[in-house]
């Protein structure tokens, strides 16, 4: 048997380059449309080109079939790379895109801010990529100046809100869902037709209030009807999928609906659960969605197929929230069973976090109870944590969590444990008068028990940020930012009319002689926040944050007290503190004095 190995080298044929360089030149003129030639001329031709072609190198033809060559290398060199030829390339590529980003900067010259935004961009992009908290934006807003909008329909008490830009769905306790649209930014006023002069028409004065666009409504009577479409009991929760198709809710009737977006029409009922959903969660991004219920489990849905996926179960207790981020896992909270769990649904296990402590060590001074002349004597008494009702996700390491105690706990996947609680976090309810809490003629005196503190009610985060709201029925959406080190958590504003060291000093609580506790009448309560959502404005959150809070006269789940206020929605406007600064102060010249102390002068 002959090889290529055993054939002696006289034998052996070895093909000519300019051979295959005319063999190519002539498939590609063979392409080429024109008059047909015979097979006999053909290969006259490309013998005399052979010939000739031998002589001399500068040839037409040759050079012409060596740059197609380079060409087909040049196409050939990713086929042929490694794997990590591969990642420099990509990576010189990825930094060249960055440094045209910041060359677009006005004002900077690309060389002094490329080593810094390069290294900024890769950081965020590495924390992203694994889920981790990266952008710090609680100190860039300005959360004092924030204007506020209500808007409301003639229905009972919103229990849940959510957000699709420029949407929003509200559902309430008389089984009503409302589609509404956000207001616009106001239009630049329109161009004049002559030259130089301005245009005599004023701009049109922006719409503050959301417009109601779409509007459904269930029938309690249909209850022991299946085919009916629709809720027929109260609405506990709603959610809307990022791609502005889906809107899921769930009811106290057992129900699952899903609509879709544009006009509010049922898509699919599901009957799965055998109590109420109380919380609906999509996956960041997909059209993944995770339901929890009563009847102490959470399930999963793929609204793509509009079908069932699976359950999962461990809770002892209702479960009466969930949320999730962009990896297939979520957190949900159980009630009385005082724990948070994070369910990995492709490994198909899950995390138990235990509460139901105190949290008097990890108490902050401030919180501590104080008395009319600022002195502090004694410590606030700390209140043991009854029921886990409310959960956020921070990324996916970090979450937050509100209690029946009043108390915002920050938890890390890597511990069991709080790592950080805020105790009474929305201050304290006072006693029952002594008429209300007895039958008698005459009662005593005495103020009977002792101030309660208020529920979390409502809890939201910035996906992967260090920004965390949370709501009671005090009034006031409280503003939260995580410390950098993921630690500790701190107070630093508030959303609604006036200060928040005039809402502390409405909420303290003061010990008087007798034994009695005195509370200022004055609050700046407007009903239970039942629901908070947030989105950014503009790219990364550049143009500041909006806040939609759900209000009502009494909490989702019952009726068992009644708060004074109004059934809606109010939306908080926040812009980042520079702008807010400069619409304030205005703009600083060069010699350093801004518009308002030149006029002054």
């Known amino acids: 048997m002959s090889s290529f ?157 959510a957000v699709c830009p420029p949407y929003v769905y509200t559902v309430s306790k008389d089984i009503t869902l409302i589609k509404w649209e956000l207001p616009t930014p106001p239009q630049p006023p329109p161009p004049s037709k002559k030259k130089n002069k301005p245009s005599k028409k004023s701009p049109l004065p922006p719409r503050r209030r959301p417009t109601k666009l779409h509007y459904t409504r269930g029938n309690p009577r249909e209850s022991r009807n299946p085919k009916y479409e629709h809720h027929t009991a109260p609405i506990l929760t709603v959610a809307a999928s990022a791609d502005g198709k889906f809107v899921a809710t769930g009811g106290a009737d057992k129900r699952l609906i899903i609509w879709s977006a544009t006009d509010l029409k049922p898509l699919r009922i599901f009957t799965q659960h055998r109590d109420a959903v109380t919380g609906l969660a999509f996956r960041k991004g997909t059209n993944q969605l995770y339901s929890s219920s009563k009847d102490r489990t959470i399930k999963t849905w793929s609204l793509d197929e509009l079908g069932y996926l699976e359950t999962l179960f461990g809770h002892q207790d209702e479960v009466l929230d969930v949320a999730a981020l962009a990896l297939e896992r979520c957190v949900s909270v159980g009630a009385r069973d005082r724990t948070a769990r994070l369910w990995k649904v492709v490994e198909e296990s899950q995390l138990v976090f235990r509460g139901g402590g105190t949290s008097e060590k990890r108490r902050p001074e401030k919180n501590n109870h104080a008395t009319t002349n600022g002195d502090v004597t004694a410590p606030l008494k700390s209140y043991a944590e009854g029921s886990i009702d409310r959960v956020a996700m921070v990324d996916e390491e970090t979450f937050v969590t509100g209690s029946d105690n009043g108390g915002i706990s920050l938890w890390s996947m890597h511990k069991k444990k709080p790592v950080f609680t805020v105790p009474a976090a929305h201050g304290l309810d006072p006693p029952l008068k002594p008429e209300e809490a007895s039958a008698e003629e005459v009662p005593d005196l005495k103020a009977p028990g002792e101030p309660q503190p208020r529920w979390i009610t409502a809890l939201a985060t910035v996906s992967y940020a260090d920004l965390i709201l949370s709501g009671s029925w005090d009034g006031w959406v409280r503003v939260w930012k995580i410390s950098e080190d993921k630690k500790r958590i701190e107070e630093i504003g508030g959303l609604e009319q006036g200060t928040l060291e005039e809402t502390n000093r409405q909420n303290e609580v003061k010990e008087a002689d007798g034994g009695q506790v005195e509370r200022s009448t004055e609050m700046a309560s407007r009903g239970v926040i039942n629901d908070i959502e947030v989105f950014e404005k503009g790219e990364r959150g550049k143009d500041g944050l909006c806040v939609v809070v759900a209000m009502g006269k009494e909490h989702r789940f019952g009726r068992w007290k009644t708060h004074k206020g109004r059934n809606g929605a109010v939306i908080f406007d926040i812009s980042p503190k520079m702008a807010s600064e400069a619409a304030t102060n205005g703009e600083t010249h060069e010699d350093g004095n801004t518009n308002k102390e030149q006029s002054q002068a």
């Open 5 to 161: 190995f055993t054939t002696p080298a006289s034998q052996k044929k070895r093909k000519r380059d300019d051979d295959t360089s005319t063999s190519f030149v002539k498939k590609k003129k063979s392409t080429a449309p024109g008059p047909k030639i015979s097979k006999s001329r053909k290969s006259q031709a490309a013998r005399d080109e052979s010939i000739s072609g031998s002589g001399s190198e500068d040839d037409g033809p040759r050079r012409k079939a060596s740059d197609e060559e380079q060409l087909l290398t040049s196409e050939s060199e990713s086929e042929d790379e490694t794997g990590a030829q591969r990642r420099l390339r990509l990576a010189e590529q990825y930094l060249e895109n960055i440094k045209g980003e910041s060359e677009t900067i006005i004002g900077f010259d690309a060389e002094d801010v490329d080593r810094d935004l390069i290294a900024e961009r890769l950081k965020e992009d590495v924390a992203a990529t694994k889920g981790r908290l990266y952008r710090h934006i609680a100190s860039t807003l300005d959360f004092s100046a924030a204007s506020k909008t209500s808007f409301r329909a003639d229905t009972q008490t919103t229990t849940s809100i």
